[in-house]
């Protein structure tokens, strides 16, 4: 099948693309001399984690409870589930281990931490716990000097079930640079945050083997990551418009896209309306406050080049999608009700996660796999 | 299984609070003496169409062809595809109708009106089609004076394989509206706009047995729809803060809520993590713009009361939502992890799309049954 036959809207991962950055980010970890455990909450796709894994220690990040299952059906068995844990959540992740995967888990709660041991222990298993340090991001985690950070180690060290695996952190604030030196900052304070905490557990005498930190652009432009032992970035597989803008890749990098079909043309406000909708492309707005906003995507020809005008879908219901020429640019009269188009996310993670499965090109128009993914809780 | 017990997040469906909002619709449309053809693009479930099609006609309208297809395996014949067509879809319709149910399309193109009757023939199908009318929306349909109204119905009506089935508007524009009497005007204006178009085409000869008008605001405030025959609202089964922002419905008549466990606390800036982030809320952001924001969603207590103070989701990334109170509220030390929220949508058919089913309740903490919905295209 080629895209100019498959339903749309429908979800296109070029290959090439995906390799170029799997490949380019091996090689940033094996020159930080880091372990990479890439992030799958962006790919959710078993044949995705087979490429990206190549090379490095086969260890995985997820980020639910649904995404450990699938990828311990598909052989992965050295897990990170990098989302707090609550305590009625471990009598799930028991069942899965029993079947002879490893899922570490997060906290940075004392009453967590304080509690899990005896859990485990009832449910008759036993746990890897990180604790979550917080670098400036103010989602989740403890501040590196915190006096629970030590209390919670002790915890997690003391429990009979449990061992205490060491520190991860997530600067999800580096999505707010805006140039790669600002970028390079909250790397450097992320990786010496971290260092810093497992520092201060080493000094209670506890054991911190692992240093976790994340997020796509730190990963792309840190400097150095002494002391880190792993990092987890995600999106970089894909990349995405957001991305591009704040200079994690070029839109060349962009490896998925969503093909969409023209269903009506208003030439006289120079609009056309696509089967992508807000449904198909999310309602994702990371571009907002980026350099260019390209409202829910940015329109590009069937070859992901740059053969029409600046196009953005401007406007979006559940399943119309409202392509237009940004404010200012000169006058377009709309794309011909029944031709196709490709549109960049806005946010990888969030335009894929409405789709089922992906269909994979290789440079160009040929579908030449499906690739299923793993959605939900 | 109660609530307390069931994963997080899962999205929660008070059928209590469902019946109340059919039973309210159904007599709006008894009242207005119009058919209902409830749009199922919010619920997506055979269970609810069921419910909200009692007592009328038994048509629906679908979103998406693959809720088409749903719908058609649960028995329903009659549909209204209420999104513009594009050519490359009939080969799907054809094989649909095959089956023997009939799907009503949508279109505002003159060339696809001019082209629908060939491929028609050439897929030994017979369509009915409705022209789309655009009453001050701006997404799609021609202006009830157009001059390409009459030639779409000229072309529609002169093919053998096609009959011309009327016209049909969506008046998206009363989301825009935050009083009711603005709602009133809108409403009047998609009727006497719709009534027009019809009257345009029947005046030239057309047929046009069915003039149909759409949303849940004008639904629910119209006082008049003189000249209408069917009205298509769809989120109204399930309502949302949005709507109840704009006055279509109370907070206590919001049918469906995201079930979610709290992860992390953080006292110091008042903040509570919960399980339901950006993919469990959506990243829709409807209230933006209303008196009340409330960001990613409205957190209530396990029973929908209001024991808690006033709590939105102020911030989320992928499988985190940041919960606190609004800005300028006393000061809030944040929900004690392992404790359970439940969290009302911005806008509920982007919330329950993340979903593959609901937890269905009956004002209680009991789940009564599990009703799968049908995602995707």
Chains 1, 2 share one sequence.
Not at 83 to 93: E, F, P
């Amino acid at each position: 099948m080629k895209l100019s036959q498959i339903e749309t809207p429908a979800l296109i991962l070029d290959r090439r693309r995906l390799e170029a950055n799997l490949a380019r980010m091996s090689e940033r970890a094996r020159a930080l001399e880091v372990d990479l455990r890439p992030h799958m909450k962006t790919a959710k796709s078993a044949e995705v984690a087979r490429l990206a894994t190549a090379g490095h220690s086969g260890g995985i990040t997820v980020s639910t409870l649904k995404e450990a299952e699938y990828f311990a059906e598909h052989g992965y068995t050295d897990m990170v589930y990098a989302v707090g844990i609550s305590l009625d959540k471990l009598a799930r992740v028991a069942a899965l281990q029993s079947q002879g995967a490893r899922l570490a888990l997060l906290t940075d709660d004392v009453e967590v931490a304080g509690r899990i041991g005896e859990r485990a222990a009832a449910l008759g298993t036993h746990l890897e716990v990180l604790i979550e340090v917080d670098i400036g991001d103010g989602r989740a985690g403890l501040a590196p000097d915190s006096e629970d950070l030590v209390e919670i180690g002790r915890a997690l060290d003391g429990a009979a079930n449990v061992t205490l695996r060491g520190v991860l952190s997530h600067a999800g604030h580096s999505y707010g640079c805006r140039r790669v030196a600002e970028v390079e900052a909250v790397a450097e304070a992320e990786r010496a945050g971290a260092v810093r905490a497992a520092e201060r557990l080493r000094a209670a005498g506890l054991p911190c083997p692992v240093v976790s930190v994340g997020s796509t652009p730190t990963a792309v432009h840190a400097r150095d990551l002494a002391g880190v032992t792993e990092m987890r970035p995600g999106v970089y597989m894909f990349n995405d418009v957001f991305q591009a803008e704040i200079e994690s890749c070029a839109h060349s990098d962009i490896a998925i896209s969503v093909l969409a079909t023209v269903t009506s043309r208003h030439r006289g406000r120079g609009e056309s309306v696509i089967d992508a909708g807000g449904l198909a492309l999310s309602k994702d707005r990371s571009t907002a406050e980026a350099p260019r906003d390209v409202g829910y995507g940015l329109v590009v020809d069937m070859a992901c080049g740059d053969s029409l005008p600046e196009l953005h879908v401007v406007r979006v219901s559940q399943e119309h999608g409202i392509v237009a020429a940004p404010a200012g640019e000169p006058g377009f009269a709309g794309l011909a009700p029944g031709s196709r188009v490709r549109v960049l996310p806005n946010h990888a993670c969030f335009t894929a996660a409405a789709y089922e499965r992906y269909h994979v090109v290789e440079g160009g128009d040929q579908v030449v796999a499906e690739w299923p993914r793993v959605n939900g809780w």
